[in-house]
């Protein structure tokens, strides 16, 4: 299969896939595109979702069709690509307390690692903002070092805490909401996801880089006591 492919969406939007699974290279096909229909919007542009593999590019249809949308994109794909930004990078503490951590001790010994080698391999992690998805300031991050993926827990927890760290496979989610999931949960972070702020609602952008850096119980109590 020769990759991009365009797919029309309903009578408003074109999805562009640049793969079929999540690789650095993929993803940074995806952003790509994005960044050059910031920089050279057709008429009509209402709004663009990247995913790991794709692009989601919504339009006006009473402004815009199908047709002409693919052919601006393949426009765009054809030219040279301009420089890219830097991606910004955040730091996002963690506590791996095993009350917050309930799921490190079988994660170990899933991996055949100790709870400090997994603590040690989720740290040394280099992570990108890949997309947001399925919950408010859900922001999954790609890069969880491959002697700790695991496939998803076969039943899903309920009642999981806001800023869980959870993994499964190569992803990882600082969680907002406490929601159930049948991911694995190795950490607390007080660092707060969702900002608040109208205009820039959660802290990351997709593209975004992330590094965890572990506190100690004390220092996450204080944080905790220290947000509103």
């Not at 947001?132 to 827990?153: C, M, N, S, T, W």
């Not at 600082?174 to 996801?193: D, F």
Request: a negative charge; one cysteine or more.
């Amino acid at each position: 299969m020769r990759w991009p492919l365009f797919r029309p969406v309903a009578d408003h939007a074109v999805l562009v896939e640049f793969g079929d699974r999540i690789d650095p290279a993929t993803h940074a096909a995806v952003l790509r595109l994005d960044r050059a229909l910031a920089d050279a919007p057709f008429p009509g542009l209402a709004e663009t979702i990247p995913a790991y593999v794709n692009l989601l590019v919504d339009f006006d249809p009473l402004v815009a069709d199908h047709a002409g949308v693919i052919a601006h994109l393949k426009g765009l794909l054809s030219a040279p690509e301009g420089p890219r930004p830097e991606p910004a990078e955040h730091e996002v503490a963690v506590c791996y307390d095993a009350d917050l951590a309930p799921d490190l001790p079988e994660v170990a010994a899933r991996t055949g690692l100790s709870v400090d080698a997994v603590i040690a391999a989720h740290l040394a992690g280099r992570y990108e903002v890949f997309l947001y998805g399925f919950a408010p300031g859900y922001a999954y991050l790609a890069g969880v070092p491959p002697e700790i993926r695991l496939d998803r827990k076969p039943e899903p927890v309920r009642g999981v805490p806001a800023g869980s760290v959870i993994i499964a496979g190569p992803q990882c989610i600082v969680t907002t909401l406490t929601m159930p999931t049948g991911w694995w949960i190795i950490g607390r972070s007080p660092t707060a996801i969702l900002t608040g702020d109208e205009t820039r609602p959660a802290l990351f952008d997709v593209g975004d880089r992330v590094r965890f850096r572990r506190i100690d119980r004390a220092a996450f109590d204080a944080a905790r006591r220290g947000q509103p």
